[in-house]
Nanobody, 123 residues
Framework: QVQLAESGGGLVQAGGSLRVSCEAS????????VGWFRQAPGKEREFVAS????????NYHDSVKGRFTISRDNTKDAVYLQMVNLKPEDTAVYYC????????????????WGQGTQVTVSS
């Protein structure tokens, strides 16, 4: 089973940028869809973006379109989420998970979650 590790979160002012990373070990991302989700305190985990490893199909939540970009590095078995023009409402713990289909957006369609990385956007 694949193990995931997220990194790259931090504290940034509104309008700033961050890049979070998701790296795999134990198994590659081949044949999978990798999704980024986030969970703010007291809220449910919500879909942010995903990328299908083989087809390179990407999918985004409407709230992040034009601000977030998901990409992959097949030399490292890593998926990145570049976030620009961050807003306070983007504050959350960001998790990556492994799914199968390119347009799956529900958390229960993913597994092998990492420990998450905190992103905090101050106003």
């Amino acid at each position: 089973q694949v193990q995931l590790a997220e990194s790259g979160g931090g504290l940034v002012q509104a309008g700033g940028s961050l890049r979070v990373s998701c790296e795999a070990s134990g198994r590659t991302f081949r044949g999978s869809t990798v999704g980024w989700f986030r969970q703010a305190p007291g809220k449910e985990r919500e879909f942010v973006a995903s990328i299908n490893w083989a087809l390179r199909i990407t999918n985004y939540h409407d709230s992040v379109k034009g601000r977030f970009t998901i990409s992959r590095d097949n030399t490292k078995d890593a998926v990145y989420l570049q976030m620009v023009n961050l807003k306070p409402e983007d504050t959350a713990v960001y998790y990556c998970g492994v799914g199968r289909r390119p347009f799956d957006t529900r958390p229960d369609q993913y597994d092998s979650w990492g420990q998450g990385t905190q992103v905090t956007v101050s106003s």
